[in-house]
């Protein structure tokens, strides 16, 4: 559920606290909680809620339509937590990434596969 103190998603329920973030008939499919932030993988994109987004809904949400996410990642772990980077374009500053625990990490394996299967071209999927 999203709390309305943070504006982050708990595990708990996470898809039917979605509907402030997507779009009519968007269908949620993969969440990852991050380290103050959350991915959500949907039927049409990515989007990721940092903790707080209800204080500041410019920054606090984005999202990328899969034909614009090139690359997903995720990184070496470390220090008990690991990281998912999504590129969404060649220049450094097109690149997003979010940390998350290590206990998530088989989560985070699923949430990049799914990304991956559906980010290909629409000519790519025959």
């Not at 269908?27 to 949907?42: C, K």
Request: charged letters at 30%; hydrophobic letters at 35%.
């Amino acid at each position: 559920m999203r709390s309305e103190m943070t504006g982050s998603i708990g595990d708990e329920g996470w898809a039917a606290g979605l509907g402030d973030w997507l779009e009519a008939d968007e269908e949620p499919v993969a969440h990852l909680t991050g380290v103050g932030a959350s991915l959500i993988v949907t039927d049409r994109r990515v989007v990721i809620v940092r903790d707080g987004s209800g204080f500041r809904p410019r920054s606090g949400t984005r999202s990328w339509p899969h034909e614009s996410v090139l690359r997903v990642s995720l990184s070496e772990p470390m220090r008990g937590q690991a990281r998912i980077v999504l590129r969404t374009g060649p220049r450094p500053w097109q690149a997003v990434s979010m940390f998350f625990k290590l206990d998530q990490l088989r989560v985070a394996e699923r949430v990049a596969g799914e990304i991956r299967k559906r980010h290909r071209p629409e000519r790519d999927r025959r």
